[in-house]
């Protein structure tokens, strides 16, 4: 309420200076003479009835070309609220006027078209869009308002459409998005056995993006279930050049492959290269899991503790403490103690976020491309350091 009270007053003062300008240009008065309905709108803010109070703040607003910035402000106002319901009715009603020059009523739609998306009305979204297009007014902001709602809408090849125009219009680059467009297509035609048409999306992913991690995951996974291994292979290795920090998203996937080609020396090289190169806990793990199978469990501790003390990481931590539980054989203290420790340290990791956004900080469990908090894409990334990565 009192915030409410403290966004308002700045706004019913402009309005009672404008009616007071207004009244001295018509007649004469002085200014600081302010309307009686200022008074009573106030007062009703002060008694905490502050929706009769914006009824007559907004009724006092009479539409003129010097109060059309008062009720684009106080309808933006309320959208940054979340009072979009109230924001679309004031700029309904600017709208509705027909005094207002070319330039304020593109404003206004505008506007209202942000209200719209809010609101989730998709389809006056896009009408009052295409209006303002149409218009030569506020091209870009219509442009992104249509690239927001065919994204939510999921209308990916609509989307593609408008994101190329914008990065024409606006200057900004878009490929990025682009290439998620093309790779939702792509996932939609392989939900549909639809291979070859979703290798094609693929292609033309990496062609608008380069470093589109998405596509090369989806390629190397595609490949993979095909039984090609090799082209998986060569797939998922693109990942490294194209953003290290998602080195944990095709790993697993990978030795999959090199393992069932039989191909565990070229692995081990591999994983070594990346590890040096990256860090990273978990090529590290499969690379100790090797050593185990081949040379036994005293070599890959060896190699773990000697990899932890540089690169300490918890989970690096949880597998060495693991393998010690699991070779005590006696059922004495220090052996209860080695298993207890780590069942502790299984439960802090899962109890731990495996993905954050750097843009908003969002954290979770399951790799998002396109930002649920923020709605930003690859903006989700593993989280690196002591406890991810
Ligand atoms: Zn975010």
Not at 13 to 22: C, D, E, M, T
Not at 272 to 285: D, F, I, M, S
Not at 300 to 327: D, F, H, W
Not at 364 to 386: A, D, E, F, R
Request: charged share 25%; hydrophobic share 40%; aromatic share 6%.
């Amino acid at each position: 309420m009192y915030e409410l009270l403290w966004l308002l007053l700045p706004v019913a003062a402009a309005s009672g200076w404008v009616l007071a300008k207004r009244d001295v240009r018509r007649a004469g008065k002085s200014i600081g003479a302010l309307s009686p309905e200022y008074f009573k709108g106030l007062n009703y803010l002060l008694n905490e009835q502050p929706d009769k109070a914006i009824e007559v703040f907004v009724r006092m607003l009479e539409v003129d070309s010097d109060t059309v910035e008062i009720h684009l402000a106080l309808g933006n106002l309320f959208r940054q609220r979340g009072e979009v319901d109230r924001a679309i009715r004031i700029h309904q009603n600017l709208i509705a006027r027909p005094t207002l020059s070319k330039e304020q009523r593109a404003q206004a739609l505008l506007e209202l078209g942000q209200d719209y998306l809010r609101a989730g009305l998709f389809d006056r979204v896009e009408s009052l869009s295409l209006e303002l297009i149409a218009m030569d007014a506020h091209t870009v902001r219509a442009l992104r308002l249509l690239s927001d709602i065919y994204q939510q809408e999921r209308e990916w090849e609509k989307a593609i459409t408008i994101l190329r125009k914008l990065q024409s219009a606006g200057g900004e680059a878009q490929h990025a998005i682009i290439a998620h467009c093309y790779c939702e297509l792509a996932e939609q035609a392989r939900k549909k056995n639809n291979d070859d048409e979703a290798m094609r999306l693929l292609k033309r992913a990496l062609a608008a993006d380069g470093e589109c991690v998405r596509a090369s995951l989806l390629r190397g996974a595609m490949a993979a279930e095909a039984g090609d291994c090799k082209g998986a292979i060569r797939a998922y290795e693109q990942v490294e050049k194209q953003d290290p920090a998602y080195l944990s998203e095709m790993v697993p996937a990978l030795v999959d492959c090199y393992r069932r080609s039989g191909k565990l020396d070229a692995l081990s090289a591999y994983l070594e290269r990346l590890l040096a190169a990256h860090g990273g806990v978990t090529p590290l793990l499969v690379l100790v899991e090797i050593i185990r199978e081949r040379q036994g469990e005293e070599e890959a501790m060896s190699y773990l503790s000697e990899q932890l003390r540089t690169r300490p990481t918890l989970r690096g931590l949880a597998k060495l403490v693991s393998i010690n539980a699991a070779r005590a054989q006696a059922e004495d203290d220090s052996c209860r103690t080695l298993q207890l420790v780590s069942e502790t340290f299984e439960h802090i990791i899962s109890e731990k976020p495996l993905y954050r956004c750097n843009t908003c900080g969002f954290t979770g469990k399951t790799q998002h491309w396109l930002c649920p908090g923020c709605k930003h894409w690859n903006t989700v990334k593993p989280i690196q350091g002591v406890e991810g990565e």
